[in-house]
């Protein structure tokens, strides 16, 4: 599904009073597709479960993430989890990619980085678990070529849905 990130940026970043043991609540944004015929408002898409806002790019490093990512997606997609790759490519190379790849969730193109300011993100990518109702739930930035971050997205997930842990990663024996 081919997204322009045109967002309306209702609030700067995360609210909440600034202390560090509060959760926060994810900001209010409203994501465009380039034809204005579809829209997709984070709050509306968090009122339905839990939404995992992956910021991303198509670097080495990604590409050998995106398999276990992949797989959270379909470990949880009949259980309520929307997932949004949203890449700093232009659309035609964020909708190339994933093409290819066989992106099983949403992706959008952010090639101005709108996101990455409205989360406060440095790293990339950066992952953020946002449970239903729109708490922020987990960031987790970098990279895991291991699959390690998508792991601990689900059990962050599984917990949120109440449903048993997904194993995304190998089992070591």
Do not use: H
């Not at 929307?82 to 099983?104: C, D, H, M, W």
């Not at 300011?117 to 990279?143: E, H, Q, W, Y």
Request: charged share 20%; with cysteine; hydrophobic share 40%.
């Amino acid at each position: 599904m081919r997204v322009l990130l045109t967002a309306a940026l209702a609030s700067a970043l995360l609210t909440g009073t600034g202390r560090s043991d509060e959760p926060k609540q994810a900001p209010k944004i409203v994501l465009q597709s380039p034809d204005g015929k579809q829209s997709y408002d984070l709050a509306k898409l968090v009122a339905n479960g839990p939404v995992l806002v992956r910021l991303t790019c198509a670097c080495s490093g990604c590409d050998i993430e995106l398999p276990y990512f992949k797989k959270l997606q379909a470990a949880y997609n009949g259980k309520g989890l929307q997932t949004i790759a949203v890449f700093r490519e232009t659309p035609e190379a964020t909708e190339s990619y994933a093409v290819k790849q066989g992106l099983n969730f949403l992706w959008l193109s952010d090639p101005k980085g709108q996101l990455w300011k409205t989360f406060d993100s440095k790293a990339m990518p950066t992952n953020i678990l946002i449970d239903k109702g729109g708490r922020v739930v987990r960031i987790l930035p970098g990279c895991t070529r291991d699959g390690k971050n998508a792991q601990t997205l689900s059990a962050e997930i599984a917990n949120l849905l109440r449903t048993p842990v997904a194993q995304i990663t190998e089992s070591k024996k």
